[in-house]
């Protein structure tokens, strides 16, 4: 692979060997999602053990091929930005219910009709793009740094209730990653201060290796390849009354997605038109939903947990998510590689997560920091969001005796301090400002593949 010369660092070309240990960070800190996810599948629905097998080939394919299409962006499908693709917590949940209410047809059918509401109504949403200014922004991607940490808390811990519930064990051991990849981060510069999250990552699998925490017994058995099939569950059946918590999800995926976008190419450091960046980003979430509905597995949607690791390592490289998408579909062709995936135990992985995710919050507070809070208008728009955002995240069940099409909204802290936010801005500042037409360009990088480690 050869290195493009005098690029910007979001299209330069990393050596090979640098695309393989950055592009194995992304992976491995996301890898845990496909793999709860479909775990939370089967146990919920009874799947049978091959069953579940081929669902995680199919999902690691289609988080491999998403991650591809977002980084390179091919046909205005795509954003060509380092975005890394994941299964969707709350769609997961949508589509465990539609199954269990319906069946697993129907659940399918949900996904696929989703994927194609998402190009239907794409053209309206575009045009309300200048309701995102920074302040809803900012608000969304702190409250997505909140929500992620409580859910990969919940993950270290356990379930409340069992015999395994704030194990000191499981606890000690997401803290000792967590300390492994602030040390790593502190001690080391250049390639393996970027490197950090990944160390972290390892070190604590070592640990938990040493501990006799690991079971790898099961890597090495069983088949080697692993090719998922196309409609496992049978010909999808369409329902839009069952569907209709899905499409209400793709609006708020759409909202989560233009966050994202805008917060990605401020860290790049690329110049963007958000009228065209935004809509290719979601047309890469509607295509893969739709592809992903074929083979059985949710909505496969662009990850906020990558942007933590960009703005961690600094590496911007859209390149570097190329080669994760590529790693992505090689665990999914191959399963022995899938079952080492797995045996990473959660805590570590959680550990790891908890520290990239708070990163994420930390650039929505560098982005409110941007916005003039002294301002009556805006210290109200962003003290009613965060209210109505944080609520539903820090009490469960909060609205759980509401109705139960106004529990996906208000349930949802994303959708509720993103919908506030909007809300308040066009009440307290009736000139909407307009999301930037373009990002700031970042901090230039000492050379055209990387920029500097953070210190």
């Known amino acids: 692979m050869s290195r493009v010369s005098d690029a910007p660092a979001v299209d330069a070309v990393l050596p090979v060997s640098q695309l393989l240990l950055f592009g194995l960070q992304h992976v491995l800190v996301m890898a ?35 991650t591809l299409l977002q980084s390179f962006g091919p046909w205005k499908f795509g954003a060509r930005l380092p975005f890394v693709m994941v299964p969707g917590g709350a ?38 793009l200048r309701y995102f200014p920074k302040i809803v922004i900012g ?56 490197l950090a999250v990944l160390l972290g990552l390892l070190a604590g699998t070592v640990l938990a290796a040493g501990c006799g925490l690991m079971d790898l ?26 569907a209709v918590p899905l499409l209400v999800f793709s609006v708020i995926s759409m909202v989560e997605a233009t966050g994202q976008t805008v ?27 739709l592809a992903g509905g074929f083979f059985g597995t949710s909505m496969i949607i662009t990850s ?35 079952r ?11 550990g790891t997560a908890m520290v990239v995710f708070a990163i994420i919050g930390t650039m929505g507070i560098g982005m409110l920091r941007k916005i003039d809070l002294h301002e009556r208008g805006n210290m109200f728009v962003l003290a009613g969001a965060l209210t109505m955002g944080l609520l ?36 307290f500042n009736r000139t909407h400002a307009e999301l930037p037409a373009t990002a700031e360009p970042a901090e230039p990088a000492e050379s055209a593949e990387m920029a500097p480690a953070p210190r």
């Open 392 to 427: 539903p995240i820090v009490v469960p069940g909060l609205y759980s005796r509401f109705p139960d099409t106004l529990q996906l909204v208000l349930g949802n802290g994303l959708a509720m301090g993103s919908l506030t936010a909007v809300l308040l801005n066009a009440v």
């Open 263 to 289: 917060a990605v190419a401020e860290v790049v450091g690329r110049r963007i038109n958000a009228r065209d960046a935004v809509p290719r980003t979601i047309r890469g979430d509607a295509l893969m939903s």
């Open 304 to 338: 906020g947990e990558n942007i933590g690791i960009v703005r961690a390592t600094n590496v911007r490289s859209r390149y570097v998510t190329a080669t994760a998408g590529a790693i992505l579909i090689l665990i999914a062709l191959s399963a022995p590689l899938g």
């Open 217 to 242: 017994g099961t890597v090495a058995t069983g088949s080697f390849w692993s090719l998922p099939t196309l409609l496992p569950f049978g010909t999808p059946r369409f329902d839009l009354v069952a």
């Open 340 to 350: 080492l995936a797995s045996a990473i135990p959660a805590a570590v992985v959680g």
């Open 139 to 194: 608000t969304l991607l702190l409250l997505v740094s909140i929500n992620l940490v409580k859910v990969y808390g919940g993950i270290i811990a356990g379930k409340a209730g069992t015999p395994t519930f704030a194990d000191p064990v499981n606890i000690g051991l997401a803290l000792a990653t967590i300390g492994f990849t602030v040390l790593f981060a502190r001690l080391f510069k250049g390639t393996l201060g970027q």
């Open 32 to 66: 845990a999602v496909p793999i709860t996810s479909v775990f939370l599948v089967a146990k919920a629905l009874g799947l049978p053990a091959a069953l579940t097998v081929n669902l995680i080939s199919a999902t690691f394919l289609m988080c491999g091929l998403g």
């Open 91 to 128: 769609p997961i949940v949508m589509f465990v219910t539609i199954a269990q209410q319906r069946d697993l047809q129907t659940a399918s059918g949900a996904v696929i009709l989703t994927a194609l509401f998402y190009f239907l109504i794409l053209p309206v949403f575009a045009r309300c």
